[in-house]
Every structure is written in structure tokens, then in C-alpha cells.
């Protein structure tokens, strides 16, 4: 079954420190893979997805199939950074849009 | 441009009470989905539509809850009767179709069944 599994409920660091969220997932096809965020008070709005191989925000995720993993990574956070996390697996390239979450994980920049 | 709408923000109901919710998606999207969203828990898909057509509802409880987007643009999700598992916040989103498109969310929907 298609799965995807974010370990961590909180990552707290202090700000300038760096920060990475960990994500693997459980997918025997071809991944497209996702980062969400949820700023507070605001919208689910997509941070990135592997495709594209850009930053946002400082942010990159590099797809590692052979660990099954997508794990979002920046080298120094800022306060603004802290937010729920969601990692998002779409199991159908091309055809449905259907996203599979992780649980999510809170990040807390500590100033 | 506008975001996705849903109305109402917050709704408190007792076990076995119906409910409604409303989403209007962002113009000219095609596709729409509902997500159920427990507490704790990341969004869970409920219905995707294409148009007005349901492309996937594998994990709707059809006993209880239903779906409609009768003219390919507003849809509204219902759950009838109410149970206390059904507490969460409901998510819709809306794409211009379906395949590699970004999904936009709306603010949700905040249901706790009492």
C-alpha cells in the first residue's frame, strides 16, 4: 500500500541552525513527491515538489528511490520558517491527482 | 485571483444530526477535491471530481457521507447522520486539472460532533 511517513512530530532548532524534516515513503511505481506547508492561520499551500529541483524559501528536497526518501533540508532556519511540514506522495503520474499526506511535523525556530 | 471558498468555517453538531459543507473552487478549475483532515493526522483524500464527473471516492464512506458538483463548479459535501469519528476539519482544494497540477486549498472546515 502507498504510504508516506514523516517520523518526527516536532523538530525544534534554533534559529541559524540547520534543519531537516524527514520523509519516506512506501510507493512500488514511479513517485512524484511533494512538500507542504501550513503557516499559522494561513492555508495548505505546496513549498515544492521533486520535479522541478528549484529552492523555495531556502528549501530543497533531493529524491533518493533507492532509500525511499524526500526529505526537505535548509541550511540555516529563520523564526518565519516555523509551520506544519507535510510530505505528499502522488501515486498516479499523469492521470489523477490524488495526494497521499504524512502525518506532518511541526517546525519551531527558537530566536 | 480568488482562492478557493468554503463556508461555513466552524460547525458544531450532535451524534446523528446532518451537516453541510459548500466550496466554491477557483475559476476555471476543472478538477476539486474534499479531504478529511483529523486531528494529528495529515489530509486524507475523500472525492476528486473532473468537471462534474467523480474520477475517485475509493475512500468515501458512502453509508454516511455523499458528494455533488452538479454543474462542474461549486460542490457540496454532506455527512448523514453524523458520528463522533467524523470530527475534523474538512478540506477542499481545486486544480485546473487533474495529472501534474498545483492543488489550492481552501481554509477548511472545522466539524466537531458531539
Known amino acids: 500500500a502507498q504510504r508516506v511517513t514523516q517520523p518526527e512530530k516536532l523538530l525544534s532548532v534554533f534559529k541559524g541552525a540547520p534543519v531537516e524534516l524527514k520523509c ?18 494561513q492555508r495548505l499551500q505546496l513549498l515544492l515538489r521533486h520535479i522541478s529541483r528549484e529552492s523555495i524559501k531556502g528549501f530543497t528536497a533531493d ?17 518565519e520558517d516555523s509551520a506544519m511540514y507535510y510530505c505528499a506522495l502522488r501515486t498516479v ?16 525556530v527558537k530566536p | 485571483e480568488a482562492g478557493v471558498a468554503q463556508s461555513p468555517r466552524y460547525k458544531i453538531i450532535e ?14 478549475h476543472a478538477t476539486l477535491y474534499w479531504y478529511q483532515q483529523i486531528l494529528g493526522q495529515g489530509p ?7 468537471n462534474n464527473g467523480v474520477v475517485d471516492d475509493s475512500q ?29 476539519v474538512y478540506l477542499c482544494a481545486s486544480s485546473l486539472g ?6 489550492f486549498f481552501g481554509p477548511g472546515t472545522r466539524l466537531t460532533v458531539l
Open chain 1, 24 to 41: 519516506n515513503y512506501s510507493y512500488s511505481g514511479s513517485p512524484e513527491l511533494f512538500w507542504y506547508v501550513q503557516y499559522s492561520r
Open chain 1, 63 to 79: 529524491l533518493n528511490k533507492g532509500e525511499t526518501s524526500f526529505h526537505l533540508k535548509k541550511p540555516f532556519a529563520q523564526e
Open chain 1, 93 to 108: 503520474p499523469g492521470n489523477t491527482g490524488k495526494l497521499i499526506f504524512g502525518q506532518g511535523t511541526t517546525l519551531q
Open chain 2, 15 to 28: 451524534k446523528r444530526q446532518s451537516v453541510a459543507f459548500w466550496c466554491n473552487p477557483i475559476s476555471g
Open chain 2, 44 to 50: 486524507k483524500l475523500l472525492i476528486q471530481f473532473q
Open chain 2, 60 to 88: 468515501l464512506p458512502k453509508d454516511r457521507f455523499s458528494a455533488e458538483r452538479l454543474k462542474g463548479v461549486d460542490s457540496t459535501l454532506k455527512i448523514q447522520p453524523a458520528k463522533l469519528e467524523d470530527s475534523a
Open chain 2, 98 to 103: 487533474d495529472g501534474g497540477h498545483e492543488q
